[in-house]
Nanobody, 123 residues
Framework: QVQLVESGGGLVQPGGSLKLSCAAS????????LGWFRQAPGKERDFVAA????????YLSDSMMGRFTISRDNAKNTVYLQINSLKPEDTAAYYC????????????????WGQGTQVTVSS
């Protein structure tokens, strides 16, 4: 079992930056791959980024590459999502998730989810 708690969301102006954190508790955090997803009101929960258990493989959806950076600190049981040059369309609830499955872009392979942190981009 893995418990996940996101933090770091908030209200930010367009062009600003945020660093989201996801703290994990439970067994063997370092053996899980971690993903970030986001969900805007009335929309599906979409893949944003994922990092493998070793930290060596980073998956960013093509439209987000360059503004989003995922990283992890296994010593702190934490995964991060740095978001730069925020746009109003980035407004969503951001969720982290953990999996032992290799299909990191697929929402359905993640059995463990946090409660989400809200990011609102508005002037």
């Amino acid at each position: 079992q893995v418990q996940l708690v996101e933090s770091g969301g908030g209200l930010v102006q367009p062009g600003g930056s945020l660093k989201l954190s996801c703290a994990a508790s439970g067994r063997a955090f370092s053996t899980y791959s971690l993903g970030w997803f986001r969900q805007a009101p009335g929309k599906e929960r979409d893949f944003v980024a994922a990092i493998s258990w070793s930290g060596g493989a980073l998956y960013l959806s093509d439209s987000m590459m360059g503004r989003f950076t995922i990283s992890r600190d296994n010593a702190k049981n934490t995964v991060y999502l740095q978001i730069n040059s925020l746009k109003p369309e980035d407004t969503a609830a951001y969720y982290c998730a953990a999996t032992n499955d290799g299909r990191l872009r697929e929402r359905g392979v993640y059995p463990y989810w946090g409660q989400g942190t809200q990011v609102t981009v508005s002037s």
